[in-house]
């Protein structure tokens, strides 16, 4: 039977150990980055543990996922279309700043999307998002 248990400053040791041996995260992090410093929200730092020690470790870090349904488009080339583009925009822009900071006071720490529209991809990146590569989602 697996037992956690929160991670403290004495696994900094065996973390620093550990991320210098791998070299996906040896250049990245050092193993106090599994520890929480006073002041962290949003987050949770475990050890797992079995009957032979420590497995491995975890940290859980809250993240939102932004998802969104926008109305119909005006006919496309039209005076309306553009009223429309732009009033959608600012609206967006607006709302992501005020629920940047919102959520962040909270202990979020990240916002991530899911788009094939290369104009919304294109606005998200124009305002400070980037595209992930290994990021693997599942439902809870």
């Known amino acids: 039977m697996l037992k956690y248990r929160h991670t403290t400053q004495e696994d900094v040791a065996n ?3 550990w991320v210098a ?3 996906a995260h040896r250049d990245l992090i050092k193993g106090d980055y599994f520890v929480l410093k006073p002041g962290d929200t949003g987050m949770q730092c475990i050890e797992v543990q079995d009957d032979l020690g420590t497995v491995f470790y975890l ?3 809250n993240a939102l996922i932004v998802e969104a349904q926008f109305p119909q488009p005006a006919k496309l080339g039209t005076f309306g279309a553009l009223r429309q583009h ?6 967006l822009e607006e709302a992501l700043g005020f629920f940047s900071f919102s959520t962040k006071k909270l202990g979020y720490h990240a916002l991530f999307f899911n788009s094939v529209s290369d ?3 294109q606005f998200f990146e124009k305002h400070g ?5 290994n990021h693997f989602k599942r439902d809870l």
């Open 86 to 91: 732009a009033r959608v925009a600012k609206a």
């Open 15 to 17: 973390l620093d150990q």
């Open 119 to 121: 104009r919304l991809i």
């Open 59 to 61: 940290k859980f870090t």
């Open 21 to 23: 041996a791998d070299p």
């Open 129 to 133: 998002f980037s595209r992930v590569t």
